[in-house]
């Protein structure tokens, strides 16, 4: 899978640490993030990687920020991108599950590293349920792109 990650001056380490993860595992992980520990704003990275959903450059993105909390804000205004702040494992299956999330958002001050990994692992591997419950699922996901 071709991923987008990013993030802002709270998560270098962590941003780093997830894409050679994500690239361990066969994925194509292109960085948007700032590498430099300065402060800066994470609405710019968002928006990089928002926009890279869009254009279809990339499958999935992950944004890494303090919280996850103003990645997650941000790239929910772009048409098309479904972000979800995830702090927990079965919340990364779920959003993938029923949300058909497109974008990873976590805090880096807020879970620690072997977290992030599990839930990224998660997140990953957990496909959209288009079988039993696909239409109930499917009929929202429509509504919110409609809002």
Same mark, same amino acid.
């Given at each position: 899978m071709k991923i987008a990650i990013a993030n802002d001056h709270a998560a270098v380490e962590y941003k780093n640490i997830l894409a050679n993860h994500l690239r361990s595992q066969g994925h194509e992980v292109i960085n948007f993030g700032t590498d430099e520990r300065a402060s800066c704003d994470y609405p710019d990275y968002a928006k990089k990687v928002a926009r890279a959903i869009q254009s279809k450059e990339v499958e999935a993105g992950v944004l890494i920020c303090g919280t996850g909390i103003g990645m997650s804000i941000s790239a929910n205004r772009f048409k098309g991108v479904r972000a979800s702040v995830c702090d927990n494992v079965l919340a990364a299956?779920?959003?993938?599950?029923?949300?058909?999330?497109? /974008?990873?958002? *976590?805090? +880096?001050?807020?879970?620690? /590293?072997?977290? *992030?990994? +599990?839930?990224?692992?998660?997140?990953f591997s957990t496909p959209f349920d288009e079988e039993e419950i696909a239409d109930k699922h499917t009929r929202r996901i429509n509504k919110i792109e409609e809002v």
């Open positions: 299956k779920m959003t993938r599950r029923h949300n058909n999330s497109n /974008v990873l958002c *976590m805090g +880096a001050r807020m879970i620690g /590293v072997d977290l *992030m990994l +599990a839930i990224s692992d998660a997140y």
